[in-house]
């Protein structure tokens, strides 16, 4: 799945249930659950654009989480099945930005940015591969 365009988002809905191991003792889950889903459902997307993480690191091509905003609107609760999506936000340089939307049907539990820095194996800063972008 490529842009049409450059610069133009990229998207993917993705559904997860939320599992036992996931909750607090009220059956609530938990909020260090919502990370692990966001990156499941990015990596996901990569995979859909026709790339797998595990062959970016074979190439030295690492990202990490510089950083991350989650806002909470609703509570997930054991056995909900929620759909994630994940869009590719235009991005450039050394850093890839993702915006997610997390649903329990039609309802918003939770919206999340999220901003990658590509670095090497040396950890030092390099440019996104042109390629993950979305362009040709």
Same mark, same amino acid.
Do not use: H, N, P
């Given at each position: 799945m490529k842009h049409p365009e450059a610069g133009k988002p990229v998207s993917l809905t993705i559904d997860v249930q939320v599992r036992y191991n996931e909750c607090d003792p009220q059956g609530v889950a938990h909020h260090a659950s919502y990370p692990i889903w966001l990156e499941i459902s990015r990596t996901d997307l990569l995979r859909a654009q026709g790339m797998a993480y595990k062959?970016?690191?074979?190439?030295?091509?690492?990202? $990490? $989480?510089?950083r991350m905003n989650l806002r909470y609107q609703r509570p997930a609760?054991?056995?909900?099945?929620l759909s994630i999506? $994940?869009?590719l936000e235009p991005s450039g340089g050394v850093k890839l930005v993702h915006g997610y939307v997390i649903r329990r049907g039609d309802e918003v539990v939770a919206t999340a940015e999220t901003t990658l820095a590509c670095i090497d194996q040396a950890g030092k800063l390099r440019p996104v591969p042109k390629g993950l972008l979305g362009e040709d």
């Open positions: 062959d970016l690191e074979a190439q030295g091509i690492l990202f $990490v $989480v510089a609760r054991y056995d909900d099945v999506d $994940v869009t």
